[in-house]
């Protein structure tokens, strides 16, 4: 167990975004509810708005940014619009409650492994979506401080009380939130990021970020040769991973699978946007190369589908065929158009890859994977698991 931080814990932001529609174009009917009025008492409630918007002290950022793009039928995010190539919907709504019912079963009913302690004050969670983790994570660990950061603007507008929600790309040089964080929490983000490895290079907190940096740094050199990095000694980074790659180990599934090509060839459109995804063992490797120390990787088959007679396999069977299908339309849009596939040709990749998602005699799975590593310190903590 870590000893109590009692830092205090500031957020910087240049605005507070109280209403959803200056913050994203909605249609007339998720508008249909905006005329009710909630009336709250402040001194008792529970929850309060937590968005705000993450930008330089001095900038100002024009509401137009935050409109959302439109492409392909599906809705994308507006801030720095176009670097990030899913959609953030009602589709994609769905598929993320999946993926985090999938990882609680997958877990346990854990929402991290990470021994942080059991009175934590500093937690964030990049490219957090919907929220629906940072969300959990603060009604279970009430003495923090929680952050939700994404692109878009689609988290709930009313959280509980020690939750904020930035909109922010935590690939820009600088984050603007704090540091000191407990634990850094990422879920299928090794698919979005350009540089995981220049990411966990700028978390790691006070790391010589030149060769020549001095051993013992005075107030002066510290200007010059380091960073004030974001977690702290002995705090925990931690990724739950989807590894998108289709396996089977029984001969069921043929080597031109539909499914399995059109995940292939999604990820060849990944790549057009300068996104690979990486495998278990190169996660692992740039957690260490980053500094990170008790690295623990735990992978587990998931399998596709109901076709397992266990019955707790075949519950997560369910969700990871419903997480699927879900993530299907969206591939098929910006993914495989990157790869100038005609509208026929993605459309017959779609439903011959949703065709064989429904052959419950291929027996296919996907890796799961949970990782987490610490930040030296002069001792190790133990994990939980």
Not at 85 to 109: C, K, Y
Not at 224 to 244: A, Q, S
Not at 355 to 361: K, Q, Y
């Amino acid at each position: 167990m870590y000893d109590d931080d009692d830092t205090t814990f500031s957020l910087v932001s240049t605005a507070s975004v109280t209403d959803a529609t200056s913050v994203t174009t909605r249609t007339e009917l998720e508008h249909a509810d905006d005329d009710i009025d909630f009336e709250i008492d402040d001194a008792t409630s529970d929850f309060e708005s937590g968005w705000e918007v993450s930008s330089g002290p001095s900038t100002s950022v024009p509401p137009s940014v935050y409109e959302d793009e439109i492409a392909y039928g599906r809705r994308y995010h507006g801030f720095r619009r176009g670097i990030y190539p899913m959609p953030n919907d009602e589709v994609e709504r769905h598929r993320e409650e999946t993926v985090h019912a999938l990882f609680l079963q997958l877990m346990g009913g854990h929402l991290f492994y990470a021994n942080i302690g059991d009175y934590p004050q500093k937690i964030i969670d990049i490219g957090t979506g919907i929220g629906i983790w940072p969300i959990d994570v603060a009604d279970q660990h009430p003495s923090a401080s929680v952050i939700g950061t994404d692109l878009s603007p689609i988290q709930p507008p009313w959280v509980p009380i020690n939750v904020r929600m930035f909109i922010e790309d935590s690939e820009e040089p600088e984050w603007l939130h704090g540091s000191d964080f407990d634990l850094v929490h990422f879920r299928q983000m090794t698919h979005v990021f350009r540089n995981l490895q220049g990411l966990l290079t700028k978390i790691y907190p006070f790391v010589p970020v030149v060769a020549d940096a001095p051993p013992f740094p005075t107030l002066e050199t510290v200007a010059n040769y380091w960073e004030d990095r974001h977690v702290k000694n002995g705090g925990w980074v931690e990724f739950h991973e989807l590894i998108f790659e289709i396996r089977c180990d029984d001969g069921s599934m043929k080597e031109d699978d539909p499914l399995r090509v059109f995940i292939e060839s999604m990820k060849d459109g990944l790549r057009v946007y300068g996104i690979n995804i990486l495998t278990i063992n190169e996660l692992e490797q740039i957690l260490g190369e980053a500094g990170f120390t008790n690295v623990h990787c735990i992978t587990k088959k998931v399998p596709i589908s109901t076709w397992p007679r266990d019955k707790t396999l075949r519950a997560l069977g369910v969700f990871m065929k419903t997480t699927i299908n879900d993530s299907l339309g969206a591939m098929a849009a910006k993914p495989l158009a990157a790869l100038n596939l005609s509208p026929a040709q993605r459309v017959a990749m779609l439903e011959a890859a949703r065709e064989s998602l429904e052959d419950t005699s291929i027996h296919r799975y996907i890796n799961c994977c949970v990782c987490y590593a610490q930040k030296r310190e002069g001792h190790y903590a133990e994990s939980l698991y």
